[in-house]
């Protein structure tokens, strides 16, 4: 993931916004399904919201500067250049560790520590979610019940919920993961696809050919090809799946909605709720 200009997931919630300075872009309603941050210095800065629907606790954002951000269900985090990890809205007690990369969940948070470690806090009932295993990773993503981690070799560990075999990850060597509703997707080192997990909506059967980036939703996936044309996958029934012609170097699926980073810098969205954010 860059810090550049990058997409976070947001499978579930009303998303949060970060951006760089200036009047935030003329964006009315986008909750419960994706959202993005951009930033040309490699942060974002001062968090805007989104409108949440009456129901939704905890709405405080925090003001400040943030080296990367995620969204899961009910609630945001963000990490800061220090390592600090701010989150807000439901189960959003943050851990008091020092942390590199963050991914929220469905009610739960898990983060790569600067040690290399896995740390994860939230709601905890059922799954053990929120207890990851031991050993050093370079990266985590939190899905609903459940969570994914990959090694520096390539390998994959998976935890939690396990109802749709989720847990079990295809074989192979991994560069990126993403952790969808009840499955998730992976980008291997030979820059092919691979998921596992729930195939209700034949979301665990990506196309062939060379990737670039993956992206997991609730119940569809996307994906960014070399030459950074988009496709989808799965649940398209507002169309999520549905992605536009366009040259993007990101993609993020959502609940009902995907989003793309365009190469020009603007973010367009596709499906539920679908908007186009120009370049700011």
């Known amino acids: 993931m860059s810090l550049q200009a990058f997409i976070t997931p947001a499978h579930w919630q009303p998303m949060a916004m970060f951006r760089v300075g200036g009047a935030p872009p003329p964006v009315k309603r986008l909750w419960r399904e994706a959202g993005w941050c951009t930033s040309t210095l490699a942060?974002?800065?001062?968090?805007?919201?989104?409108?949440?629907?009456?129901?939704?606790v905890g709405v405080i954002t925090p003001l400040g500067e943030y080296a990367q951000v995620?969204?899961?269900?009910?609630?945001?985090?963000a990490v800061d250049d220090n390592g600090s990890v701010d989150c807000w809205g439901h189960q959003a007690s943050p851990d008091t560790g020092s942390y590199q990369q963050i991914s929220a969940g469905e009610?739960?948070?898990c983060g790569l520590r600067t040690d290399a470690a896995i740390g994860c806090w939230g709601s905890d009932t059922t799954y053990n979610q929120t207890v990851p295993p031991s050993g050093t990773y370079v990266g985590v993503s939190s899905g609903i019940g459940h969570a994914c981690a990959l090694q520096a070799g390539g390998a994959v560990t998976c935890w939690g919920r396990n109802y749709e075999d989720q847990l079990t990850p295809a074989a192979g060597s991994y560069t990126q993961i993403d952790a969808?509703?009840?499955f998730n997707c992976g980008l291997k080192s030979d820059a092919t696809l691979?998921?596992?997990?729930?195939?209700?909506?034949?979301?665990?059967?990506?196309?062939d050919g060379a990737f670039m980036q993956v992206s997991a939703g609730?119940?569809?996936a996307c994906a960014a090809w070399i030459n950074g044309s988009v496709v989808c996958w799965g649940d398209d029934r507002y169309g999520q799946a549905t992605a536009p012609i366009g040259v993007f170097s990101q993609v993020s699926g959502g609940g009902n909605l995907s989003c793309?980073?365009?190469?020009n810098g603007s973010v367009q969205c596709w499906g539920s709720l679908a908007v186009v954010i120009s370049a700011w």
């Open 260 to 263: 793309g980073l365009l190469s």
């Open 194 to 207: 691979a998921c596992w997990g729930d195939n209700s909506k034949d979301q665990a059967e990506p196309p």
């Open 218 to 220: 609730d119940e569809h």
């Open 43 to 56: 942060r974002c800065t001062r968090v805007v919201s989104m409108p949440m629907v009456a129901s939704f």
């Open 107 to 109: 009610q739960f948070t």
């Open 70 to 77: 995620s969204a899961g269900y009910e609630h945001s985090c």
């Open 180 to 182: 969808g509703g009840r």
